[in-house]
């Protein structure tokens, strides 16, 4: 079955970085479209970053700059490198893929906070 396990969130300080990692297995991950979307307390999950089959890429302008969404189709894996982080940052980050319906991993926490 399709599964995608994020992971390498937590706290750190504003301007401060953080790399995430979300491992696929189940599906043909080098043929998949993967994107990352997070959400914040009280708010609704929106986009930040997705990258095609093909490596093209698109973020939210929100974060442009500074973040980089990459993907390694030898280790079935897509990763989030996140620097210049503010508050404004924080939530919950999800990876998805799309085969038919949305798939969802269960979400790893980044706080950002002195």
């Known amino acids: 079955q399709v599964q995608l396990v994020e992971s390498g969130g937590g706290l750190v300080q504003p301007g401060g970085s953080l790399r995430l990692s979300c491992a696929a297995s189940?599906?043909?991950?080098?043929?998949?479209?993967m994107s990352w979307y997070r959400q914040a307390p009280g708010k609704q999950r929106e986009s930040v970053a997705a990258?095609?089959?093909?490596?093209?890429?698109n973020y939210a302008d929100s974060v442009k700059g500074r973040f980089t969404i990459s993907r390694d189709n030898a280790k079935n894996t897509v990763y989030l490198q996140m620097n210049s982080l503010k508050p404004e940052d924080t939530a919950v980050y999800y990876c998805?893929?799309?085969?038919?319906?949305?798939?969802w991993g269960q979400g790893t926490q980044v706080t950002v906070s002195s």
């Open positions: 998805r893929t799309v085969l038919v319906i949305s798939y």
């Open positions: 189940g599906f043909s991950f080098s043929s998949s479209a």
């Open positions: 990258i095609t089959v093909g490596g093209s890429t």
